[in-house]
């Protein structure tokens, strides 16, 4: 089976604060994907990244970053946290384009 | 861009049948999902179809896709106490998936 690990499962940040979540795959797959759900929204896709050291924006991408130094790690990154960042996020991956989706238990994150 | 839509929330009394529809926008998308989310974790592939189907059955699930009129649904035989959660609709576009806001099923004793 697929395992798709978030380093945390919940995190206390203050506002201001750099925030790193991390995510780590161990299937090979080239995709992997941040969401964050929010009640009401759903789930909604920040980043994006088919290929190492390659990421695209996804519908919500302002205020974060990623970093994909390696094939089987995905980072998020909240450069400066503020409270409208305080959500759950989703990490995921796929073998390949439109493949189905394998999620990560998910990140709480508080921003106080 | 794509919609994807889903009723938030819907009750079923436990051993009836419960029915979650959704309905999308995009004609082109080629696979269909359904994924369960249970209280605290993250999201489980329940089943999908690929678009030149009409039907799926996986045991006590039925996949059903009109794509004429771009309806899915997703039928759960025999409801569970265990088949609380909240179950979302999703559909391929581009590379992307696009998740609908998911409809929580809450089972009546």
């Known amino acids: 089976d697929v395992k798709v690990t978030q380093s945390s499962r919940y995190l206390v940040k203050r506002t201001g604060e750099k925030v790193f979540l991390e995510c780590v795959q161990d299937m090979d797959h080239e995709n992997m994907f941040w969401y964050r759900q929010d009640p009401g929204l759903g789930l909604r896709l920040i980043y994006f990244?088919?290929?190492?050291?390659?990421?695209e924006k996804g519908d919500i991408p302002e205020g974060y970053s990623v970093s994909r130094e390696k094939k089987e790690r995905f980072s998020l990154i909240l450069e400066s946290a503020s409270t409208n960042q305080t959500s759950m996020y989703l990490c995921a991956s796929s073998l390949i384009n439109n493949e189905k989706l394998f999620f990560g238990s998910g990140t709480q994150l508080s921003v106080l | 861009g794509e919609d994807v839509e889903q009723s938030l929330f819907l009750s079923v009394r436990e051993g009836d049948s419960s029915v979650i529809n959704c309905t999308y926008t995009d004609s082109s998308s080629t696979y269909l999902y359904w994924y369960k989310q249970e209280p605290g974790a993250g999201l489980q592939l329940l089943t999908y179809?690929?678009?030149?189907?009409d039907m799926k059955q996986d045991q006590r699930l039925t996949v059903l896709l009109n794509k004429k009129d771009k309806h899915l649904s997703l039928r759960i035989a025999d409801t569970q106490t265990g088949d609380s959660a909240i179950y979302f609709c999703a559909v391929s576009r581009d590379d992307k998936i696009i998740f609908g806001k998911g409809t929580r099923l809450h089972i009546l004793p």
């Open positions: 990244s088919y290929d190492v050291k390659m990421k």
């Open positions: 179809i690929f678009s030149n189907m």
